[in-house]
């Protein structure tokens, strides 16, 4: 049996030195089990049997004899990994200690996530990596929709590429958008988060947001609100001459805007509670605003150059079966 992990605390970002170069993460550190795990400089020691029962890569991997030379730390062989250590803690985490990532709707951050979700794809943990799917796909897809994490746009970068490496790809319509409403410098030169890496779009994508947002500022921004003149006379109006007219000076407001927003981030609410019309129009322009951000979120896979939602749909079934 191992013993307790304690809780991820300041000692986790805090770890114990070791050594002249390594440094032991004290909450993966167990000194009953025989595996000393190297990323970067960070060492973790942990359970070879647990590790190998969870991962099929890493029973390969330990399954070969050792080495004559192979190092060794406190009589326990050292396995390095390529990978950061910041993501090898929260993956071994997540392996070792059950109350550390728990299912949706339980909260967690991007970062977790993310390294998470590439290590237990890589390492072929399937059951870490649907939970982390799951998480991931909390990110909202439509306007509506709420999230596990709420780092989303600083991250959004590095979220684009991370599903792209996982292939969850359902999850693009609505990044891409977000990213829509960047500045084409940032969109070509990448961002830094706070506490983060620079993160730079591949070139596709790149192409993809910045034609897709052309579309969405100009052509699609006329074609959205057609609801505002159409039908010309609302059911339930008392004063249609009236109304019409101050629902065409709504659409001419609107349409000096074009080449400056998307649609969806247009702030239509505002400018109709500006707006002369009877409580009646209003109410169906409302509606008729809802009913054009449905059909405009549904075109997005078309927009940005991705599979059709049917498709998309289709992955996300496989991926989170």
Not at 4 to 28: E, F, K, T
Not at 74 to 84: I, Q, T, Y
Not at 213 to 233: C, G, N, V, Y
Not at 282 to 295: D, F, T
Request: charged share 25%; glycine share 4%.
């Amino acid at each position: 049996m191992l013993p307790p992990s304690p809780s991820l605390g300041a000692s986790a970002r805090s770890p114990v030195a070791y050594g002249d170069d390594d440094q032991r993460c004290p909450n993966l550190w167990f000194s009953d089990c025989g595996l000393v795990i190297r990323a970067d400089k960070m060492l973790f020691r942990v359970s070879k049997d647990m590790l190998a029962a969870r991962s099929p890569v890493f029973a390969d991997m330990l399954s070969f004899p050792q080495p004559a030379d192979v190092e060794m730390i406190e009589g326990c062989p050292v396995v390095s990994l390529p990978d950061a250590a910041q993501e090898v803690t929260v993956f071994l985490r997540a392996v070792f200690d059950p109350e550390f990532f728990k299912p949706y709707p339980s909260k967690t951050d991007y970062p977790t996530i993310r390294g998470i979700l590439r290590l237990s794809n890589k390492y072929d943990v399937d059951s870490l990596r649907k939970r982390a799917l799951v998480h991931l796909d909390s990110f909202p897809t439509r306007q509506t929709d709420c999230c596990s994490w709420n780092d989303t746009r600083e991250n959004l970068f590095s979220f684009i590429n991370l599903c792209r490496e996982v292939s969850a790809l359902w999850l693009l319509p609505r990044a891409f958008h977000m990213c829509s409403d960047l500045h084409p410098q940032s969109i070509i030169c990448g961002s830094t988060p706070p506490n983060g890496t620079h993160t730079v779009l591949n070139q596709d994508v790149q192409v993809a947001v910045l034609s897709g947002s052309l579309i969405l500022r100009t052509e699609k921004m006329s074609e959205f609100f057609d609801f505002i003149w159409h039908p010309a006379k609302i059911e339930g109006c008392n004063t249609p001459g009236a109304c019409l007219a101050s629902r065409n000076r709504l659409r001419r407001r609107v349409e000096k805007t074009r080449g400056m927003y998307s649609p969806l981030d247009f702030p239509f609410d505002l400018l109709l509670e500006r707006m002369s019309a009877c409580q009646v129009c209003q109410k169906a322009l409302r509606k008729g605003h809802k009913h054009a951000i449905r059909q405009l979120e549904d075109s997005l896979p078309e927009i940005f150059c991705l599979p059709s939602w049917s498709e998309l749909v289709a992955m996300k079934a496989s991926a989170l079966g």
